[in-house]
C-alpha cells in the first residue's frame, strides 16, 4: 500500500527557517514524482513545485518559486519542503502528493495526511 | 500561465440528487484534468483523471467528462458522503493550476 507520511504540525516565529517532511512507503520512491499543494486557512489548492527523487529534477510554480526549497533524499524515501526566512502568509496546511509515475504530466494519486505550519509573532 | 475557473462556487443540494460541476480552462488543456474531492480536516482525494477516468475505489455515480476547454464533474445521486469540496486540477505543463473549488452542501 502507498503511503505517504508527514511530518508533525510546526509553529514558528517570522525570520525562523523551517524544513518539513513527507516520507512515502510501499513504493519505489526514487522512481516517481512527489509534489508539494499549499492550502491557506479556508482557501483553496495550490500547486507549489514537484520533484523527481531519483535525480532531483524540480519544477516550481512561478508563484513560489525563490521562496521555497524542494528536496528530496531517495536514500530514506523522503521528500522535503523548506523555507529560509518564514512570514505569516506561509501559515497553511501543506500537502505532499504523488504522482503515479514517472512521467511528469500526470495527476496526483496519493496524498499526505498533511503538516500545518503556524507562523506567528 | 493557464487559469481554471470552476462554477459554481455552491451548490447546495439534497441527497440523492444530480450535481452538475463545471471546470473551463482559459485555452486548451486536452485531457489533462483531474478532480479531487476534499472533506473538512481531510487531504484531498483524487475522483477522475484524463478528465473521464475513474480513480480505483470510486464510486460509479461520479462521472467526467469535456476535453479542450471545457469539462464536467457529475454525481449522478448525492449521497450523504459526497456532501464536500471538489477541485479540478491541469496536469499538462507546469504550473499545474488547481480550480478555486466547488463545495456542494446539503439544502
Known amino acids: 500500500e502507498v503511503q505517504l507520511v508527514q511530518s508533525e504540525a510546526e509553529v514558528k516565529e517570522p525570520g525562523e527557517s523551517l524544513k518539513i517532511s513527507c516520507k512515502g512507503s510501499g513504493y519505489v520512491f526514487a522512481n516517481y514524482w512527489v509534489g508539494w499543494v499549499r492550502q491557506m486557512p479556508g482557501k483553496g489548492l495550490e500547486w507549489m513545485g514537484i520533484?523527481?527523487?531519483?535525480?532531483?529534477?524540480?519544477r516550481y510554480s512561478p508563484s513560489f518559486q525563490g521562496r521555497v526549497t524542494i528536496s528530496a533524499d531517495q536514500s530514506i524515501g523522503t521528500a522535503y519542503l523548506q523555507w529560509s526566512s518564514l512570514k505569516t502568509s506561509d501559515t497553511a496546511m501543506y500537502y505532499c502528493?504523488?504522482?503515479?509515475?514517472?512521467?511528469?504530466?500526470?495527476?496526483?494519486?496519493?496524498w499526505g495526511q498533511g503538516t500545518l505550519v503556524i507562523v506567528s509573532s | 500561465e493557464i487559469v481554471l475557473t470552476q462554477s459554481p462556487g455552491t451548490l447546495s443540494l439534497s441527497p440523492g440528487e444530480r450535481a452538475t460541476l463545471s471546470c473551463r480552462a482559459s485555452?486548451?488543456?486536452?485531457?489533462?484534468l483531474a478532480w479531487y474531492q476534499q472533506k473538512p480536516g481531510q487531504a484531498p482525494r483524487l475522483l477522475i483523471y484524463s478528465a473521464s477516468a475513474r480513480a480505483t475505489g470510486v464510486p460509479d455515480r461520479f462521472s467526467g467528462s469535456g476535453s479542450g476547454t471545457d469539462f464536467t464533474l457529475i454525481i449522478s445521486r448525492l449521497e450523504p458522503e459526497d456532501f464536500a469540496v471538489y477541485y479540478c486540477q491541469l496536469y499538462g505543463g507546469s504550473p499545474k493550476t488547481f480550480g478555486q473549488g466547488t463545495k456542494v452542501d446539503i439544502k
Open positions: 502528493a504523488r504522482h503515479p509515475s514517472g512521467y511528469d504530466l500526470t495527476w496526483f494519486d496519493s
Open positions: 520533484i523527481y527523487p531519483g535525480d532531483s529534477d524540480t
Open positions: 485555452q486548451s488543456v486536452n485531457n489533462y
